[in-house]
Nanobody, 115 residues
């Protein structure tokens, strides 16, 4: 059974940076697409970035040029480097693995950007 554990969230001032990590266990996910989603209070969960097994990436328009998704298959880990953070980036960030019929979600990590 695949499990995902996110880390790296926290409180940062606007313009700052954070790096989120998502460590997978239970199965090697080098052949699976992985993604980061976020959910702000009162809003729907939205895709932030995703990376395929061939390292193709795509991003939400709101984070293009500021966020970078990457993966280290040796460590079975996916990262989200977030630069030039804005208050509107405040949300709970979730890791997602396209595994099985419904995928697998992590528990989420809070990112708060103060103005």
């Amino acid at each position: 059974q695949v499990q995902l554990v996110e880390s790296g969230g926290g409180l940062v001032q606007a313009g700052g940076s954070l790096r989120l990590s998502c460590a997978a266990s239970g199965s090697m996910l080098s052949g699976n697409t992985m993604g980061w989603y976020r959910q702000a209070p009162g809003k729907q969960r939205e895709l932030v970035a995703r990376i395929t097994s061939t390292y193709k990436t795509n991003y939400a328009d709101s984070v293009k040029g500021r966020f970078t998704i990457s993966r280290d298959n040796r460590k079975n880990t996916v990262y989200l480097q977030m630069n030039s953070l804005k208050p509107e980036d405040t949300a709970v960030y979730y890791c997602f693995a396209e595994v099985g019929p419904k995928g697998v979600w992590g528990q989420g990590t809070q990112v708060t950007v103060s103005s």
